[in-house]
């Protein structure tokens, strides 16, 4: 079933627990304009409250995932504007996505798509795709994470090269990198992302979402309130059904049948 809230984001969401979310402005190469990135918010935003999904695949053409903010937005920018981007606000919905989203990347992965790969929690890419941080080259430096979070992902050094040459990585660099976490043959990337996702979607969902707020937490917390962070999220899950039902499966030796109570 694919909704169409607008032409520039497909919307898909079947009854396998999957939402798939699908970047279509192929003729501006998928630019992250504002309005395209504030749909994304809203998709997984509605996506948080719908327990009929337990996870999502965002990806964009099989040519291209996106080639950065628009810059013809940025052009028109001056420095109040910037300071006054609703963006800001509307990245934070996105990276604050309580379930677990899966980037598949084909071709070009630059800019603010490098960022948005950055919010997603597993990524695929097939072996063409090319991964940069490009602001550089346009006399001003990302705004979304490529300063911020791309050091803590692929560490400073290729952080650095990435924003300071503008230069774009490879997949199987990005790959070694920890960028992503698999490189597939060319036009196969989204086909893995759902494999994944059906695999995750299967899974006991409090604890996957727990799962990821608190290996997110990594990069917020100290490591000692991080541990007491994980402690209590842990303690909280003995309350659920979910538990009660996966140790039970175990010692009846068949499969769990999870509610995500
Ligand atoms: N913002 C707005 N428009 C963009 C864009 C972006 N980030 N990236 C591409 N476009 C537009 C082009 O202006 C062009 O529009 P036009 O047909 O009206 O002239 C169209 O998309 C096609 O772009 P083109 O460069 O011809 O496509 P390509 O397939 O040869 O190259 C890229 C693809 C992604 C390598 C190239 O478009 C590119 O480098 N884009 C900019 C990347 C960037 O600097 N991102 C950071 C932005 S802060």
Do not use: Y
């Amino acid at each position: 079933m694919t909704t169409e809230v607008s032409p520039l984001l497909l919307v898909s969401r079947g009854d396998d627990h999957v939402l798939r979310l699908t970047l279509n402005n192929p003729d501006k190469r998928n630019a992250l304009a504002t309005p395209l990135l504030a749909l994304i918010a809203d998709a997984l935003d509605a996506a948080r409250e719908d327990e009929g999904v337990r996870c999502a695949v965002i990806t964009g053409s099989d040519k291209l995932f996106a080639a950065g903010a628009d810059i013809n937005e940025i052009a028109v920018k001056d420095v109040a504007g910037a300071l006054a981007d609703p963006r800001v606000g509307i990245w934070g919905r996105i990276r604050a996505f309580s379930k677990p989203l899966i980037a598949a990347v084909e071709g070009w992965c630059l800019g603010a798509g490098n960022e948005l790969l950055m919010c997603c929690d597993l990524a695929v890419a097939g072996e063409g795709a090319k991964f940069g941080q490009p602001e550089t080259n346009l006399g001003i430096i990302p705004g979304a994470g490529g300063t911020a979070t791309l050091p803590r992902v692929v560490g400073r050094m290729a952080a650095m090269q990435m924003v300071l040459l503008g230069q774009p990585i490879d997949a199987a660099t990005a790959l070694r990198l920890g960028l992503i976490i698999e490189v597939v043959a060319d036009g196969t990337a989204l086909a893995r992302a759902e494999a994944l996702a059906l695999a995750i979607a299967g899974r006991a969902p409090v604890a996957i979402r727990q799962g990821k707020a608190l290996v997110n937490a990594a990069f917020e917390l100290p490591h000692s309130a991080h541990l007491a962070a994980e402690r209590q999220a842990f303690s909280a899950l003995f309350g659920t059904a979910d538990k009660a039902e996966g140790i039970a499966s175990f010692k009846e030796r068949r499969s769990a049948v999870w509610t995500g109570h």
